[in-house]
Structure formats: C-alpha cells, structure tokens
C-alpha cells in the first residue's frame, strides 16, 4: 500500500502552485498570464521580482526533494523512489490544483536527484548548461537533456536511484519542454534575442 501511496504523495505534492500562488499574493496576477505563460521561477521574476522569484525556487525544489527523501526512507524500491519522484515532476507539470496547466519541471527535478544523490545533481546540471551554451536554446537543450540525462549517469557508473529518476524524471521533461520547441526567448536566459537596430 505504501508503494501505491508514494507516488500519489508526489503528484499531489508537486501539484502545489507556489509561483501562482506567489504571483497572485504579491501582484494580485496570474503568472502565467505574461511571459512564457508557464507557472515558472523565471516567469515569477519577471512579474514579482527576484526575492519572490527565489523564494519559489526553492519551494519548488522542496516539492522534489521531499517526496523523493520519504520514498526513500519508507521503501527501498528503486521503481518506487523513481516514480515518486516522475509523479512529483508530473505534478509541477500538469498540477492538479491549478488545472493542470504548470511549470516545467526543472526546480522540482533537481529536488528530486537532491534526495537521492548530489552528484547526481550536479551532473544533469553540468549537461544542461553545457547543452544551453551549445544549442543557445533552452527549451531544445532542456528537452535534450531530459532525454541524455540517464545515459550520462550510467556511463559515469552513477547507477542507484538517480539513474532511475532520470530515466523516468527527464523523459517527462523532455515531454514538457517539447511544447516550447519553437519558442523565441526574449527575457531570460542565454539564449535572449538580440534586439535588432
């Protein structure tokens, strides 16, 4: 039963809208009504500021990390702690308290391989900045990386639980980002369109 419960603890979990929430206390706005029109630390930035922006991002982190700790400490599944932590991502994404239109499952990812391994983090951080700078996309190096994330643990004998959140973690990522394949990026990031004239 408790095998069942871990992942429902992490979609529910991750369904809590906290840029939203954030947005509309400080701004009495939607975020996701501007910029990206995602439910994003970034778009939370530019619509509340940087303070209300981090505050965000690390409560979005804690929405991974914290079902991905419980489901560590009350099962030794590793199917188990890797679908907690996907459910989690899930939630982020396609949140059931805020009909189901969210965020994109970074912060709440990076939680996640937090809980089961820092190294690990630190990795899919590493590629995805490397694939930022290569690519000068980030919804395309997101997806990417998404999809590479599990191979590059594996080829650097980081084979516990964090491969498996990768495996199941960064294929919803990639799923997600793949909505904002064309999308050109004005504000925010590396990969912002120099204006012309």
């Not at 994109?104 to 391989?113: E, V, Y």
Request: proline content about 3%.
């Amino acid at each position: 039963m408790t095998n069942i419960l871990l992942p429902i603890l992490g979609y529910l979990l991750g369904s809590l809208p906290f840029s939203i929430w954030v947005t509309r206390f400080v701004k009495g706005v939607d975020v996701r009504d501007a910029g990206s029109g995602h439910a994003t630390t970034t778009n939370t930035i530019r619509q509340a500021g940087f303070g209300w922006g981090a505050l965000v991002f690390i409560l979005d982190i804690a929405k991974g990390f914290l079902p991905t700790f419980v489901a560590m400490k009350f099962s030794g599944n590793l199917w188990v702690i890797a679908l907690t932590a996907s459910f989690a991502v899930i939630g982020h994404c396609w949140p059931l308290f805020a009909n189901f239109r969210g965020g994109m499952g970074l912060a709440t990812a990076g939680g996640a391989f937090l809980a089961v391994n820092p190294l690990a983090f630190l990795v899919c951080i590493g590629l995805l900045i490397l694939l930022v700078l290569v690519i000068r996309h980030s919804a395309r190096a997101s997806v990417f990386t998404g999809i590479l994330a599990a191979p590059a643990l594996w080829i650097l004998q980081i084979r516990d639980a964090a491969f498996w959140v990768a495996l199941g973690a960064g294929l919803v990522i990639a799923v997600r980002f793949l909505i904002d394949w064309n999308r050109k990026y004005r504000e925010l990031w590396l990969d912002q369109e120099k204006s012309s004239g």
